[in-house]
């Protein structure tokens, strides 16, 4: 089935590291959507608060299908996806969503994204804090506030993507953008993994779109920042523009 196809065949790809709390109410959530073809692939990196299985039961006790990808050990958000997105291009999906497990990405943008792939011709489409409509909540760690700022000024002065908001991690996918852009090859593991698939896109010469979305914080579990995360999302950049991406 092609991606202009009536219904096309949508997998939200969603990494788990000790998210036992937050996954069923987003398989709920994902499920009021009532979206034809709209399926889940959980990546769990053997969470020790048993997150995989609870995914597990899912794949029996949800109304909409629920796949798990388990892998034995914490090896980084960016691996997570690039396993979960070949997974997902390899079974058949026409468009890929990523997003957070936490609740901190609205479910109910989902319809509007995917329309919005469907109706232009944006390689991806990202769910974005950062263009007019869009939001972050008011509760979000002041601290995080100002590095997401500073990061995508930072990101945008380096590579210059011209997006608004270059770390976004929701997003919808062609699978052909995928494909184009050789998800396979991407070797960003932190939250650098987003900046380097949009620089993919645009070294490619496709388009990224942003639609407004509001992004809340999680209420249960914790985020994964370390300083780690961040020195790799500091050198990156560099590392994308001498890496001849595209050329
Ligand atoms: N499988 C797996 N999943 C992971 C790992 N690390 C994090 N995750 C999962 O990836 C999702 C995001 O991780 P968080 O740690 O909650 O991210 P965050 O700090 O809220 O950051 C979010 O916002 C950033 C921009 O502000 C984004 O850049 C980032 O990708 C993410 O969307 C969650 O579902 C979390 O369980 C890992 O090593 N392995």
Redo the contacts with the bound molecule.
């Keep these: 089935m092609s991606e202009a196809s009536a219904d096309p065949r949508i997998t939200v790809v969603?990494?788990?590291?000790?998210?036992r709390e937050n996954l069923p109410k987003l398989v709920g959530m994902l499920t009021d959507l009532q979206m034809k073809n709209l399926g889940v692939l959980v990546?769990?990196?053997g969470s020790p608060d048993g997150t995989g299985d609870v995914a597990d039961g899912l794949t029996t006790s949800a109304a909409i299908p629920v796949s798990v990808l388990h892998?034995t050990t914490?090896?980084?958000?960016g691996r997570?996806y690039v396993a979960g997105i070949l997974r997902a291009l390899e079974e058949g999906a026409d468009i890929v969503v990523q997003m957070?497990?936490?609740l901190?990405h609205p479910c109910e943008a989902i319809p509007r994204m995917v329309q919005r792939l469907e109706e232009s011709d944006a390689a991806v489409v990202l769910g974005s804090r950062y263009v007019p409509g869009g939001a972050v909540a008011e509760d979000w760690p002041w601290h995080?506030k100002a590095l997401?700022k500073w990061a995508n000024l930072y990101v945008n002065a380096i590579l210059r993507l011209k997006v608004k908001d270059a770390?976004?991690?929701?997003k919808a996918w062609r699978a052909s953008t995928l494909r184009t852009i050789d998800v396979a090859s991407v070797g960003s593991n932190g939250?650098a993994f987003?900046v380097e698939m949009n620089y993919r896109v645009i070294k490619h010469g496709l388009r990224i779109a942003e639609v407004p979305i509001r992004f809340e914080e999680?209420v249960d579990g914790t985020?994964?920042?370390s300083l780690a995360v961040q020195l790799e999302s500091a050198a990156v950049p560099w590392k994308l523009l001498r890496s001849g991406i595209g050329k």
């Design positions: 969603v990494p788990t590291y000790n998210e990546v769990d990196d892998r914490k090896d980084g958000l997570a957070d497990a936490d901190s995080r997401s770390t976004a991690g929701f939250y987003q999680r985020s994964k920042m």
